[in-house]
């Protein structure tokens, strides 16, 4: 599994909205300047996270973007769910997967099952309040 850009561009988005959101709406302009991402691509991913119910926008003078919740309920599961389609590490276990005529005797079906719960366990157990904690690694360079 490869998370792409827009998958990891929306969980920046997201820790810039909630380390600002005391300052009201927040325009993609900013979020733009802050993260060094193209304004065009911000809206592709902000509209996929509107539509998720993760933010919420408003038009007009003083519009912007918002959470919708406190980031301590956003998981990173549900937003990379929302920007990638499906976590699964193989198509057989996709939502909109058909029936493999070989599942009863697959024998990697338990480990790709496996897998698959431990990223969904691991991307649902961490918040974007998580990821707003600085763990200060990379300031402790010995020379």
Known sequence: MLIST????ALRILVDMAEHQGEG???LQEIARRQEISE????????ELVKGGVVTGQ????????????PEQINVGEVL?????????????????????????????KFWRGLD????????GCTVADMMQ??????????
Request: overall charge positive; aromatic content about 6%.
């Open 6 to 9: 827009k998958g990891r561009y």
């Open 25 to 27: 709406m927040i325009t």
């Open 40 to 47: 065009k691509y911000l809206e592709s991913i902000v509209r």
């Open 59 to 70: 038009r007009g003078k003083g519009g912007g973007y918002r959470l919708c919740r406190p």
């Open 81 to 109: 769910r929302c920007t990638e389609g499906s976590l699964a590490p193989v198509a057989c276990l996709t939502e909109e997967a058909v029936p493999c005529a070989r599942s009863s005797r697959c024998r990697t079906l």
């Open 117 to 124: 719960e431990v990223i969904r366990r691991y991307t649902d």
């Open 134 to 143: 600085s763990s200060g690694d990379g300031d402790d360079y010995i020379i």
